[in-house]
């Protein structure tokens, strides 16, 4: 079992930025990829960004492309979301979430059920 907590959200002003941070316990070492999804009310829960821990790759939604930043320290078994240029239409509560299913590491691994492990979300508001 993996246990995944997120923090870091709040309140923000449309221009400015913020950095999500999930911490990942237990049996980390069996994780092939983590990711960053949000859901908004009445939406669908939606891909934000993935990283594949063997070879290090990133992806990211169109919409958040140039703006957010995904990154992980595996000494920490923390994964990082740098947020910037924050848009209202960011406004959605952020999860964390972790796969140990081994895909290619050239697919971005985009999908809900791709991912086994979850945290429990954190709040990200932007303000005009």
């Known amino acids: 079992q993996v246990q995944l907590v997120e923090s870091g959200g709040g309140l923000v002003q449309a221009g400015g930025s913020l950095r999500l941070s999930c911490t990942a316990s237990?049996?980390?070492?069996?994780?092939?990829?983590m990711a960053w999804f949000r859901q908004a009310p009445g939406k669908e829960r939606e891909f934000i960004s993935s990283?594949?821990?063997?070879?290090?790759?990133?992806f990211y939604a169109d919409s958040v492309k140039g703006r957010f930043t995904i990154s992980g320290d595996t000494a920490k078994n923390t994964l990082y979301l740098q947020m910037t240029s924050l848009k209202l239409e960011d406004t959605a509560v952020y999860f964390c979430?972790?796969?140990?299913?081994?895909?290619?590491?050239?697919?971005?691994?985009?999908?809900?059920?791709?991912?086994?492990?979850w945290g429990q979300g954190t709040q990200v508001t932007v303000s005009s």
């Open positions: 979430a972790a796969s140990r299913s081994v895909y290619s590491s050239t697919y971005p691994q985009d999908q809900v059920w791709e991912y086994s492990y």
């Open positions: 990283i594949k821990w063997n070879a290090g790759n990133t």
């Open positions: 237990g049996r980390t070492y069996s994780t092939s990829a």
